[in-house]
């Protein structure tokens, strides 16, 4: 294997065997290879892929895809049936929530023990054990035994074990969703180190903006397969498409984007209505400006025709500015009486980021709409309080009756934002009032 790969998988499969009743293992052994009592579960099925030095790649599918199983055959706890697994380096991993751990020793104890695991020495964790305790932040309970820990103390004191020993590949399958949003801060700033110390992160989550934003590249699994491999946000489109789409259509999409091979996933490509006929380009609306990526998802009751951007004045524009006001509209057609409704909005970066959003109604109230072909026009009024820069509008239909999501579409439409003074923020938004007033004391 290149020294530049830190894990490399070469079909490799993994088969559990399934009795219908516990005295066919005893028939089995006696049977030997003459007679089979068992039936075959291929949780992981030919997986070929490569991670190099340094990359975070994420991985999505739905439950039982096979993607814990992958990570624990990466881990070593459990043997691939066939098939070839490399790695190169010590691997840190945050699986099952408290694997690793035991319950009658302390959080002090445990921490000993499992960096001992990953080949550190007694001085080694000596030398490290003030910043492991300080990230846990768990206080005098490191030193009670971990069974009388909550769920969110285990995964702290189990990250910080893992992430501060720095690991050559680091491995976290939906750990961090158990933690506080002051924690996931926390865990995913030291993500970020460890990334730009060269540390490879395979990383399992089912939250589509965490992957966008942290990986390189995600895989999708479905049924123990590696469908295609991407760009995250090729790869997170990819999975909610399949999730939501009905159940006879699933095979197809699945087919579909394994036909794409790696590094490409097709999206479908509608034109809506709202880019068709556009005028000329002036200062408010720019012609060109057509998304390449709008991804439409199968219709279930709801049509969405379109996303459109007004100004106050009552134009359609995608050249806004910088503090103004504008209306973004969505239209369209309740195909089917649909109970208990409502509608959403997000806005995202180029990077697939959703940095705002608003629902109609508000939480927990719904519309109730009897009959068919009821047309539709919801409007957001909206403060561009964003950075200068392209942005994407997209929303959906949701249902909290069944089938959940009516319809959606992603990246239906594109804006620009402009200004004509220096920006005094960064990242996305721009939360600036007055200039900065310096005093020199």
């Known amino acids: 294997m290149s020294s530049e790969i830190a894990i490399k998988l070469q079909n490799v499969s993994k088969c559990y065997h399934i009795y219908d009743k516990p005295r066919d293992r005893l028939m089995q052994m006696v049977a030997g290879q003459r007679k089979q009592y068992y039936r075959e579960f291929w949780a992981l099925r030919n997986v070929s892929f490569e991670i190099k030095k340094g990359e975070t790649v994420g991985i999505v599918g739905r439950n039982g895809s096979g993607k814990s199983t992958l990570l624990q055959v990466i881990c070593g706890t459990l043997n691939q049936t066939v098939g070839d697994v490399q790695t190169l380096g010590r691997i840190g991993a945050l699986l099952e929530l408290g694997s690793g751990f035991n319950p009658e020793f302390t959080g002090h104890e445990n921490v000993y023990m499992n960096a001992a695991i990953l080949g550190l020495s007694r001085a080694e964790v000596d030398e490290r054990y003030d910043d492991i305790a300080a990230f846990a932040d768990i206080g005098e309970f490191i030193h009670q035994p971990v069974k009388t820990y909550s769920s969110g103390m285990i995964v702290r004191l189990a990250f910080a074990v893992q992430a501060m020993v720095d690991p050559d590949i680091l491995i976290v399958d939906e750990a961090l969703a158990v933690g506080d949003e002051r924690f996931q801060r926390k865990c995913f700033a030291r993500l970020d180190e460890l990334k730009a110390k060269g540390t490879s992160i395979l990383f399992v989550s089912h939250s589509g903006p965490q992957v966008v934003e942290l990986c390189d590249r995600a895989i999708l699994m479905e049924r123990g397969e590696r469908v295609c491999t991407g760009s995250p946000m090729e790869v997170v489109r990819a999975y909610q498409k399949l999730i939501y789409a009905p159940a006879e259509e699933q095979p197809r999409l699945i087919e579909e984007f394994r036909a794409i091979g790696t590094d490409k ?32 998802y199968p219709e279930q009751g709801a049509r969405i025709d379109a996303f459109e951007v007004f100004d106050k004045e009552g134009r359609r524009c995608n050249v806004l500015k910088a503090g103004g006001e504008y209306d973004i509209v969505m239209r369209g057609n309740l195909t089917d009486a649909v109970s208990r409704v409502f509608f959403a909005m997000h806005i995202r970066t180029v990077s697939g980021v959703v940095i705002t959003g608003q629902r109609f109604p508000d939480e927990g109230k719904y519309f109730d709409c009897e009959g068919a072909e009821r047309e539709f026009r919801v409007t957001f ?47 996305y938004m721009d939360v600036s009032v007055d200039e900065p007033a310096l005093e020199l004391l």
């Open 265 to 296: 996933i097709a999206v479908e490509t509608t034109p809506l209505e709202a880019e068709q006929d556009a005028p000329a380009q002036d200062q408010y609306f720019d012609a060109g400006m057509v998304p390449e990526s709008t991804t439409v």
């Open 381 to 427: 009024s909206c403060k561009m309080v964003m950075l200068p820069g392209v942005y994407f509008v997209g929303g959906g239909v949701w249902s909290e009756s069944e089938p959940t999501l009516c319809h959606r579409i992603l990246d239906a439409s594109m804006f620009r934002v402009v200004s004509d003074q220096g920006a005094r923020s960064f990242g």
